[in-house]
């Protein structure tokens, strides 16, 4: 018993993994038929982007003003503070933007579509959704995969933004580094790839969270507890992935 | 009759439209629900299931629907074998049965009027202002066109209950499916909910399925009624029939006594040496 329970657990993980690929396997040979009823998509990019507006821009510029001091303090020490612009381009839009946005997403819009679709399986609405002949998998989940899927970059974009904004306000209104070496090293040294890999990665965490959200909520026990309990896998799993995918796409792109 | 009427060569529909055949159900792990359960709805008549709580109505329901299937037995709507059907055709099923569920089951993020138009705007093209007679006139049936704009958190059981009544007639069904319609209703909304059942069934002829445990309402407007109990049919017949019933559990169930064949208790050990067991020292 004791040796076959270690097994037994493995083979579950295993079992999990294989009911996550299958349900993504369904949710994307549904996206087509969503993608025909884009208004219900523009709804879920509103829900899960405009509605977490204010706390990516809120995060992205504390991170930025936190980089501009931590880089310029690092900096100074050889002399070279006119690079703080392309330290804090560089950390944010290869690696602090799209992380930190994904696990933002996770913690507000996840959070938000597990809860709702799993509510609305306790409620009998996925129920009678079936027996009114309409797949809930179209309807409901394919549309909110999308539209996490499209504001995961727009929000990271924006994140970006806002902390190299924050940078500046610091760095150069506070500390004194000079404004046409803070934008022209930028300029210079951000090249194309740099954007690209932080666009790949946003992508990757916004199919990743998102997948994850609606895969919880549509799985949940039909329970206030089950709920409450999907909502919290959906953040944890959420952040753990998006660590590790980083870790993953960082390595692919050196 | 002209023998080259084409009216004549028109074959009549089956009379029954839902047969279900000894079917066994059970979850793992669990008692059986259904041991050999069989029973038919006929076309154009009420049909009313029947049974104390947790004897599975809603399971047979879910059974009939295809949302589930049983290990044993079978179930045909319309004359075709549910379990057989594939999603293509278990959906071209569902389009033409309506169900109203216990609590209503409306979309919460829409409001009364889409959640009527939902399964018209979901499987048509209708123009808007075709859909929009449409959905007020199936209000008006039910009482309800002056709160379509109303969202269903601001409703009350009973109007939810007649919305969801109103959306499961918008596709024009055949087959009426009603899982407990009647649960949690003040008497002045169980008699409207009872009206809408008889006139929807005696204006538009379609067929109604009814499963409840609320017996004196449902003998009012039932043409056949079963009675589940302990897996089985206990039961059948005309509620007259069934209230003339000798069988110990159908006159436990339709006199509504406490204790019988169905027990008051849960099984459980014997009270006394319970507590006896408690009481004495470790």
């Keep these: 018993m004791r040796l076959a329970a270690p097994f037994e657990r493995a083979a579950g993980s295993v079992q999990r993994v294989g009911r996550v690929a299958l349900f993504f396997a369904q949710v994307l040979g549904q996206c087509g038929p969503a993608l025909a009823q884009p208004r219900y998509i523009v709804q879920q990019i509103y829900n899960a982007?405009?509605?977490?507006?204010?706390?990516?821009?809120?995060?992205?510029?504390?991170?930025g003003m936190v980089l501009g001091l931590q880089g310029y303090n690092l900096l100074q020490r050889f002399g070279s503070e006119s690079a703080l612009g392309v330290a804090a381009a560089l950390g944010l839009v290869k690696e602090l933007g799209p992380v930190i946005t994904a696990l933002l997403f996770a913690g507000r819009a996840g959070t938000s579509l597990?809860?709702?679709?799993?509510?609305?399986?306790?409620?009998?609405?996925?129920?009678?959704?079936?027996?009114?002949?309409?797949?809930?998998?179209?309807?409901?989940?394919?549309?909110?995969f999308l539209g996490g899927v499209i504001a995961m970059p727009l929000l990271t974009a924006i994140f970006d933004g806002i902390g190299i904004y924050g940078s500046q306000l610091v760095g150069v209104?506070?500390?004194?580094?000079?404004?046409?070496?803070?934008?022209?090293?930028?300029?210079?040294?951000v090249e194309s790839r740099d954007i690209n890999e932080g666009l790949v990665k946003s992508l990757c965490f916004g199919v990743a969270c998102s997948l994850m959200a609606v895969y919880q909520g549509y799985h949940a026990e039909p329970t206030a507890a089950g709920v409450?309990?999907?909502?919290?896998?959906?953040?944890?799993?959420?952040?753990?992935?998006?660590?590790?995918?980083?870790?993953?796409?960082?390595a692919a792109f050196l | 009759m002209n023998s080259n009427d084409p009216r004549a060569a028109a074959p009549e529909p089956p009379r029954t439209v839902v047969d279900v055949r000894d079917v066994h159900y059970a979850v793992a792990g669990r008692p059986p629900v259904f041991q050999g359960v069989?029973?038919?709805?006929?076309?154009?008549?009420i049909t009313a299931i029947m049974g104390p709580s947790g004897t599975g109505k809603t399971t047979l329901l879910r059974l009939m629907m295809g949302a589930i299937r049983p290990q044993r037995g079978s179930i045909s709507?319309?004359?075709?074998?549910?379990?057989?059907?594939?999603?293509?055709?278990?959906?071209?099923?569902?389009?033409?049965?309506?169900?109203?569920?216990?609590?209503?089951?409306?979309?919460?993020?829409?409001?009364?009027?889409?959640?009527?138009?939902?399964?018209?705007?979901?499987?048509?093209?209708?123009?808007?202002?075709?859909?929009?007679?449409?959905v007020l006139m199936k209000l008006q049936a039910v009482g309800l066109r002056g709160a379509a704009g109303m969202m269903p958190s601001t409703l009350s059981g009973g109007m939810a209950r007649r919305v969801a009544?109103?959306?499961?007639?918008?596709?024009?069904?055949?087959?009426?499916?009603?899982?407990?319609?009647?649960?949690?209703?003040?008497?002045?909304?169980?008699?409207?909910?009872?009206?809408?059942?008889?006139?929807?069934?005696?204006?538009?002829?379609?067929?109604?399925?009814?499963?409840?445990?609320?017996?004196?309402e449902l003998a009012a407007i039932a043409h056949q009624s079963y009675l589940l109990s302990g897996g089985r049919v206990a039961a059948a017949g005309t509620p007259a029939e069934l209230s003339a019933a000798a069988a110990p559990v159908v006159r436990q169930f339709m006199s509504g006594a406490a204790d019988g064949p169905v027990p008051f208790h849960y099984?459980?050990?014997?009270?006394?040496?319970?507590?006896l067991r408690e009481g004495s020292p470790a």
């Design chain 1, 173 to 189: 209104g506070l500390l004194g580094v000079e404004p046409g070496s803070f934008w022209s090293q930028m300029q210079s040294a």
């Design chain 1, 49 to 63: 982007g405009a509605r977490s507006l204010v706390i990516v821009m809120l995060c992205g510029l504390f991170v």
């Design chain 2, 267 to 275: 099984p459980a050990p014997d009270y006394h040496a319970e507590l």
């Design chain 1, 228 to 250: 409450g309990l999907a909502t919290t896998r959906t953040v944890v799993i959420s952040a753990v992935l998006t660590l590790l995918l980083d870790y993953m796409l960082t």
């Design chain 2, 165 to 216: 009544l109103a959306r499961a007639i918008v596709m024009d069904p055949e087959v009426l499916v009603y899982d407990e319609p009647f649960v949690g209703l003040d008497p002045i909304s169980m008699g409207v909910i009872l009206r809408l059942i008889q006139a929807l069934n005696a204006t538009l002829g379609i067929t109604s399925i009814v499963v409840s445990h609320d017996v004196r």
């Design chain 2, 38 to 45: 069989s029973l038919t709805a006929e076309r154009g008549r």
């Design chain 1, 114 to 144: 597990t809860s709702e679709i799993g509510l609305m399986r306790a409620t009998d609405q996925l129920a009678a959704m079936e027996m009114m002949a309409v797949d809930p998998l179209r309807r409901v989940v394919a549309p909110r």
């Design chain 2, 77 to 134: 709507v319309f004359g075709r074998e549910v379990a057989a059907l594939g999603r293509r055709e278990l959906y071209a099923m569902r389009r033409r049965v309506g169900m109203l569920f216990q609590n209503g089951a409306l979309l919460t993020d829409l409001d009364v009027f889409e959640n009527v138009a939902f399964p018209v705007r979901e499987h048509t093209r209708l123009p808007e202002p075709l859909l929009r007679r449409l």
